[in-house]
């Protein structure tokens, strides 16, 4: 038995059509997660770096405050000193509480894997013709895509439920 010409190529050009939509949706979601991922990855990395600097730097002053011998200002020294001690220890409490530098780790590691599967994604795409682009093949990366957020989500649950036992 023969199948009409039409019939099969309408069900190639659906299967062309359902495969280049895939493709396409993978491709604009990996680049999304990317860009996403870059920038929490930054702004936690400057949060964490802030706070280090920060602390240090007060402590430093703190510490040349105390040192510092002139009989006029050594009670407003004193003061000074005392305020920035407080606010070193805030922030030296705060830190593990939001933990930016594990999170701004975290996210180097999701945004490498988010890459790595973007230049497979990219090579896959590139050395095959559009007609023989293979639906298992596309389902294969989303899986891999979905994995990725999966292993960011579970770390930053982890480090909350780290930081709750910690704080109790």
Request: proline letters at 2%.
């Amino acid at each position: 038995m023969s199948v009409p010409l039409s019939s099969s190529h309408s069900s190639s050009s659906s299967h062309n059509n359902e495969t280049d939509e895939k493709a396409a949706l993978l491709k604009e979601r990996v680049s999304d997660a990317i860009t996403y991922m870059r920038q929490n990855k930054r702004d936690n990395r400057r949060r964490a770096s802030l706070i280090r600097v920060t602390s240090i730097l007060l402590s430093g002053i703190m510490t040349v405050l105390l040192g510092l011998q002139i009989v006029d200002l050594a009670d407003t020294f004193r003061n000074i000193a005392f305020v920035f001690g407080a606010t070193v220890t805030i922030l030296n409490a705060l830190e593990p509480f939001f933990n930016y530098r594990a999170l701004w780790i975290e996210h180097e590691i999701a945004l490498a894997e988010m890459h790595r599967l973007q230049d497979q994604v990219d090579y896959y795409l590139a050395g095959v013709a559009p007609e023989s682009i293979e639906v298992t093949r596309l389902n294969e990366f989303a899986e891999k895509y979905n994995e990725i957020w999966n292993g960011l989500n579970q770390a930053w649950i982890s480090h909350r439920k780290s930081e709750r036992s910690a704080s109790s």
